[in-house]
């Protein structure tokens, strides 16, 4: 390239050149970037597991061991090494951390009557470590069955697994499913519901799952009443934060419209004072539902108007169609919302504070002739 008197010619090619310096520089971040990712994919893939635990695997990794119980069950005791591998305790725990019962080979014979049996031996395993959360589970409705010494209660392993443990909310799903294998008809109900379909159908994260109503491992009884009062609290855990609502155009006026009505100030009243009530108040879940609940403009929802009515007679039998019409729902009185409500309330605001005012200025002249007249 020919040069001028001013070097024109030499910026241009200086320019050329730097742009040709960065390109490679940005596919080689990239290349690098790949790289590690696969690196690291690749050393969760062959992560080293103890020597103990290769030991184990040495009769253990054979698909056909399994173990014959006395109810003609067989307990499969063959352990994906790769599956364990990949769990959060592959790299943490040895095999006899948790079947401390076995420090020999060959094992000791031990005789279980059926596979729940065999589950329950190991029950206390996950105490050692997890102690928190094993005494959260002595306070639980599961436990609470466990100890009438009904089998079907589930144990850690039957939620969380044994040798394939993962961290339960990934993904969000997971837990929920996991609920399910105990409780399918209300799982089935949930998953219609307008939090199970978005969980279920988009992997929305922002909706509840089981446990964010009822906890995962001091689970209490939701047939209590107790836990019936509690129940606007949970929901306004969702339904009174702003960012969140924004997301959805949702208000988050619903908790404080609900505890200014008679029902809200009834339930607040109850659990303030620690009161058992003979008849219960209405909360959010008596309206909307449970688990099957449905956005509020669906047909079938229990809150739209044409089915409020036979919301409303499950406390009040000798509601009339009118009678919802009472209810303020969880708007705020405006002029384009019960007007009538919002006018009078209007009224009230100035009305009140002029005859308070009145009053004490009656008195005040009062007084005032008497001192004069004296």
């Known amino acids: 390239m020919t040069m001028d008197a001013k070097g024109r010619g030499t910026g241009a090619t200086g320019k050329g050149t730097g742009a040709m310096n960065r390109a490679p520089t940005g596919w080689l971040v990239v290349g690098a970037a790949v790289l590690f990712v696969l690196l690291k994919v690749a050393s969760l893939e062959a992560r080293a597991l103890p020597p103990e635990v290769e030991f184990c695997l040495g009769c253990h990794s054979d698909r056909t061991l399994e173990l014959a119980l006395k109810s003609g069950e067989r307990r499969s005791l063959f352990v994906d090494g790769n599956v364990f591998?990949?769990?959060?305790?592959?790299?943490?725990?040895?095999?006899?951390?948790?079947?401390?019962?076995?420090?020999?080979?060959?094992?000791?014979?031990?005789?279980?009557?059926?596979l729940r049996e065999f589950t329950l031996a190991y029950y206390e395993s996950c105490k050692g470590c997890h102690f928190d959360n094993y005494t959260k589970t002595l306070d639980s409705v599961h436990y609470t069955v466990?100890?009438?010494?009904?089998?079907?209660a589930p144990?850690?392993?039957?939620?969380?697994?044994?040798?394939?443990?993962?961290?339960?909310?990934?993904?969000?799903?997971?837990?929920?499913?996991?609920?399910?294998?105990?409780?399918?008809e209300v799982y089935q109900r949930y998953a219609q519901s307008v939090h199970g379909k978005a969980l279920l159908q988009e992997e929305n994260v922002d909706v509840p799952v089981c446990t964010d109503c009822h906890r995962s491992h001091d689970i209490e009884d939701p047939r209590t009443a107790s836990f019936r009062l509690k129940t606007p609290e949970l929901c306004a855990r969702c339904h009174t934060d702003e960012k969140l609502m924004r997301k959805y155009s949702l208000s988050t006026n619903v908790l404080q419209t609900y505890l200014k009505d008679f029902h809200g100030m009834t339930a607040s009243f109850y659990r303030r004072e620690q009161i058992t009530p003979a008849a219960f108040t209405a909360v959010c879940t008596d309206c909307h539902g449970v688990h099957e609940i449905l956005p509020v403009k669906d047909p079938r929802s229990a809150v739209m108007k044409a089915n409020l009515v036979k919301v409303c007679r499950k406390c009040h039998p000798d509601a009339t169609e009118g009678f919802p019409a009472a209810w303020?729902?969880?708007?705020?009185?405006?002029?384009?919302?019960?007007?009538?409500?919002?006018?009078?309330?209007?009224?009230?605001?100035?009305?009140?504070?002029?005859?308070?005012?009145?009053?004490?200025?009656?008195?005040l002249l009062h007084l005032w002739r008497v001192v004069v007249n004296r």
Not at 146 to 152: G, N, V
Not at 155 to 184: E, F, N, Q, Y
Not at 330 to 355: D, G, N, T, W
């Open 146 to 152: 466990l100890s009438r010494e009904s089998l079907k």
């Open 328 to 363: 303020l729902s969880h708007y705020e009185p405006s002029p384009e919302k019960a007007p009538l409500v919002y006018y009078m309330r209007l009224f009230y605001q100035f009305f009140i504070p002029f005859v308070v005012i009145g009053l004490v200025l009656q008195i």
């Open 155 to 184: 144990l850690c392993v039957d939620c969380h697994g044994a040798h394939d443990v993962a961290s339960p909310g990934v993904p969000k799903s997971r837990i929920s499913r996991t609920c399910a294998r105990c409780h399918r």
């Open 85 to 114: 591998a990949r769990s959060i305790h592959g790299d943490k725990l040895r095999c006899t951390d948790c079947h401390s019962d076995i420090e020999t080979y060959p094992h000791p014979e031990r005789a279980f009557k059926n």
